[in-house]
């Protein structure tokens, strides 16, 4: 809940206040189009991946954590959502430029692209109320992970 404030009135000097709910809900009239392609950041993706290594599955601070490309980028891979995975720096200097069947290696979780639910949670976690996420998590895709 927010409050909003308006002008004085002339005749009263009150001041108009109105309280608004942190979600609103538009009867008609043109949204704006989700993006269909969401950039791609370091953040988000460690927020997708809950700040885990999905090699090893352990916790990892952001800055302890980096960028790994499934299939890596000098054998083809590309820099997209749905190839690149949250990795503790000693699992992506391990893996290198290998194929995860080439070490024997498994994905604790299949990477993703996140809808738009899912981006604004991502990149807005610490912002978002909890009346806002639970709105945005009726909308998250079936293959995300959990956010709240
Ligand atoms: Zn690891």
Known sequence: MQRVRGGLCRATGQRSEIDLPSIIACGGGQLARPRANYPLSNPALFARDRHHCLYCAHP????????????????????????????????????????LEEIGWELLALPYRPNNAEYLALINSRRILTDQMDFLATQFSANGRALI
């Open 60 to 99: 990892f601070a952001a800055n302890a954590l980096t960028r790994d490309h499934v299939v890596p980028l000098s054998r083809g891979g590309r820099d997209r959502w749905e190839n690149v995975v949250t990795a503790c720096r000693r699992c992506n200097q391990h893996k290198g430029s290998r194929l």
